[in-house]
């Protein structure tokens, strides 16, 4: 019997933590070889490559130093968010290699926010949603992941369980998700804020009748826009708007260059069409739209969230609560976003050509992802050689960037590079109040002034006698070529590095979404037209 057809282990009736031990104990084989094969990019190269994650695992390092007194400029500071990542990681790297501890907390991260994103969306369609495993599979490995932002990245896979409980939960076993919010917490805020705001929309959505969730969807909106209006006019001068390409979730796809809107725009028109085909078949069925309706309205809702609520923030209050800013919180959102799309997909009734549509996205998307990091993979090692140049124990800097156009930052690999051999001079981490792990003033390890962290980062900045001796890491010519590694005197500048070409990013706009969706509206017509035409053959 294959695995669409297979009877569900969980009923509606059955309570949820019953239910998903029945599915553990049913399908526990095909959960192994699922986990296995998701897990399979965390593993394909050397290195794991993922935006930050080298400058986690460098401060982990850091941290070691620290509580073994080789590190005297340094400190750890008690932080209760943003440090779940780095506790899994910097208490691995007691138990293992480097490279392994890596490996085992990425994995997992991989898995809590694949199975997550599984419950949510099987609680969605009261089933499971084997069907779009391919599809949540491309989504994991999105641009959140790819950035490295692995607290966040953790928060939101938490939060996707919770929320799935509340979707399908007793009272009782609803109350079981407030031991998650202190973990969710530790992980990253951004999760809290989701399961609450998207959370209470559900549990209140579902006390009401479907005529009525109009009373609790326009004030949502109303809310969203006041928020709005409130940052505009309080915080001009402190946030960022980006409003740029198409935020609807399927840009989580855009990462390393432009061959990547190939696989976004396909995953676009392939779930549109899915939806649409679905409309067809069902609309003159009593109550069609049920099964629609609370993913919809999340999916809304938190797509104008996307437009109303500011890229970056920075304000007093934020430095109060212990951050320097929020960054990049519009593509964090649509990490929720294309999650809430794969809910809509998963109220349609699955069909084997769904598993074949998105398996052919999948393929064409994991094709490209391999192929790039293996590139980041290679540069890493040239890094990691020329570095083997210097003394051990110096300061080096760097402005590397492996693709002229990426989406999602590269440069972080340098810190990895640097473990149990040289000392990022530049690293972000100490200095931003993010993290565990904080400098003294005139530190020797790393920069301590944040604007100075960021010239040196950008390749601008002007060395000072009291940085001395430091190293610089370079491309000898070109992006792509060869290494070069120098020491740097005072009063000289730090090479410049290059700019990232980003302007690929606007053929994800308007017209492209419109474009996009032309095959879905074609799919829609002919299928209207064939219903209508066999009704008109049974009537004769």
């Known amino acids: ?39 399979v990019p965390c593993f394909w190269h050397e290195h794991l490559e993922a935006g930050d994650l080298p400058s986690h695992v460098y401060n ?15 400190w750890l500071a008690r932080r209760w968010n943003n440090v779940l990542f780095d506790f899994a990681i910097s208490g691995l790297g007691y138990l293992f ?30 089933g499971l949603a084997w069907s779009l495993i391919p599809c949540l599979a491309i989504v994991t490995y999105g641009w959140t992941f790819e950035m490295g932002f692995m607290n966040c990245y953790i928060s939101l896979g938490l939060s996707f369980f919770a929320l799935a409980i509340l979707m399908r939960g007793s009272r009782q076993e609803q109350c079981w998700v407030g031991l998650l919010v202190p973990i969710i917490w ?17 549990v209140l959505a579902r006390n009401l009748t479907p005529k009525r969730h109009l009373y609790l969807f326009v004030p949502a909106i109303l809310l969203l826009f ?11 001068y402190t946030v960022s708007w980006k409003p740029g390409y198409v935020h609807d979730g399927f840009d989580q796809l855009l990462l390393f260059g432009p061959h990547y809107l190939l696989p976004a725009r396909l995953l676009r028109a392939f779930v549109a069409a899915c939806l649409l085909l679905e409309l067809v078949l069902t609309f003159k069925t009593p109550r069609w739209w049920a099964a629609y309706l609370l993913p919809a309205e999340l999916y809304v809702l938190t797509g104008f969230g996307v437009l109303m609520l500011p890229t970056e923030i920075d304000t007093v209050r934020l430095h109060q609560l212990g951050f320097v800013s929020i960054g990049y919180l519009t593509e964090r959102l649509t990490t929720i976003l294309v999650v809430l799309a794969c809910c809509l997909v998963g109220a349609v009734r699955p069909q084997k050509w769904h598993l074949a549509g998105f398996s052919v996205i999948a393929i064409v998307f994991f094709g490209y992802l391999y192929r790039d990091t293996s590139t980041i993979n290679e540069t ?33 690999i340098f810190d990895r590079a640097c473990i149990e051999h040289c000392f990022s001079y530049a690293n972000y981490e100490p200095n931003v109040a993010q993290f565990r792990v904080r400098a003294y003033a005139d530190s020797p390890i790393v920069m ?14 002007l060395v000072q006698k009291k940085d001395l001796p430091l190293f610089e890491v370079n491309w000898c010519d070109r992006i792509g070529g060869s290494l070069c590694t120098r020491e740097l005197a005072a009063g000289e500048y730090t090479p410049l590095g290059f700019k990232l070409d980003r302007s690929w990013l606007d053929q994800f706009g308007r017209k492209a979404l419109l474009i996009d969706l032309l095959p879905g509206v074609f799919v829609f017509a002919i299928a209207f037209f064939a219903v209508n035409l066999e009704v008109r053959k049974r009537a004769v």
Not at 192 to 201: D, E, K, N, Q, R
Not at 226 to 236: E, F, G, W
Not at 388 to 411: C, Y
Not at 448 to 461: C, H, I, P, Q
Request: proline share 4%.
């Open 1 to 39: 019997m294959s695995v669409l057809a297979s009877p569900e282990p969980q009923s509606s009736k059955l309570p949820t933590f019953v239910s998903a031990m029945q599915f553990v104990r049913v399908y526990w084989w095909q959960s192994l070889l699922i986990s296995a094969a998701v897990l």
């Open 60 to 74: 982990a390092w850091l941290v070691h130093l620290i509580k073994s007194g080789q590190a005297p400029s340094l």
């Open 97 to 126: 290699q480097w490279r392994t501890a890596e490996r085992i907390a990425g994995g997992l991260s991989v898995l809590i926010f694949f199975w997550g994103s599984f419950a949510l969306v099987s609680s969605i369609k009261r």
């Open 186 to 202: 530790l992980a990253h805020p951004l999760g809290v804020a989701m399961l609450i705001a998207l959370g209470s929309y559900t």
């Open 226 to 236: 006041a928020i709005h209006l409130l940052v505009q006019l309080r915080y001009s």
């Open 380 to 412: 890493e090692n040239q890094v990691k050689s020329s570095l083997e140049k210097i003394p051990a124990g110096q300061r080096v800097v760097a402005a590397l960037e492996v693709f002229p156009s990426s989406n999602v930052g590269t440069d972080h």
């Open 448 to 461: 301590t002034d944040e604007k100075t962290v960021v010239a040196g980062r950008l390749s601008n900045y």
